[in-house]
């Protein structure tokens, strides 16, 4: 069982490092691509092949991370992984039993004892 989460784990780091090894040579390139083309020849010519790698890149990160908003950045489930992250890095045992998750938008809201009105005066309200 343990073995099956480290394999996993370094599925995913392995992912993240590509990603992150694409972004760096996109970055790199591209800076290049506007030193040479920009200060030589004035023009924009080098945002052409930018931005069709940047959707390139832009697919690679969604299939490492998800579709921002979704199941991978800012959801309940990257929610869950991030807190057991920062607990591991706190120092939490292992055997710790992590709590389910309540949604923020779901409160509940108790019934309220009506108020009665001789306590006070309507002049009293202004």
């Given at each position: 069982?343990?073995?099956?989460?480290?394999?996993?784990?370094?599925k995913?780091?392995k992912?993240?490092?590509?990603?992150y090894r694409?972004?760096?040579?996109y970055?790199?390139?591209?800076v290049?691509?506007?030193?040479?083309?920009?200060f030589?020849?004035?023009?924009?010519?080098?945002?052409f092949?930018?931005?069709?790698?940047?959707?390139?890149?832009f697919?690679?990160?969604t299939?490492v991370?998800?579709?921002?908003?979704?199941?991978?950045?800012g959801?309940?489930e990257?929610?869950?992984r991030?807190?057991e992250?920062?607990?591991?890095?706190l120092?939490?045992?292992?055997?710790f039993?992590?709590?389910?998750?309540?949604?923020d938008d779901?409160l509940e809201?108790?019934?309220?004892?009506?108020?009665?009105?001789?306590?006070?005066?309507?002049?009293?309200?202004?």
């Amino acid at each position: 069982m343990r073995e099956d989460i480290y394999f996993e784990a370094k599925k995913i780091v392995k992912k993240k490092k590509g990603f992150y090894r694409h972004l760096g040579a996109y970055i790199a390139v591209n800076v290049v691509m506007f030193c040479v083309i920009f200060f030589q020849e004035g023009t924009f010519e080098w945002l052409f092949p930018a931005s069709f790698w940047g959707i390139g890149l832009f697919i690679h990160y969604t299939s490492v991370f998800g579709f921002p908003g979704r199941s991978g950045l800012g959801g309940s489930e990257w929610e869950q992984r991030e807190i057991e992250k920062e607990m591991k890095k706190l120092g939490a045992s292992d055997d710790f039993d992590m709590p389910e998750l309540i949604d923020d938008d779901e409160l509940e809201l108790k019934e309220m004892k009506p108020i009665q009105k001789d306590k006070w005066n309507d002049s009293d309200l202004v």
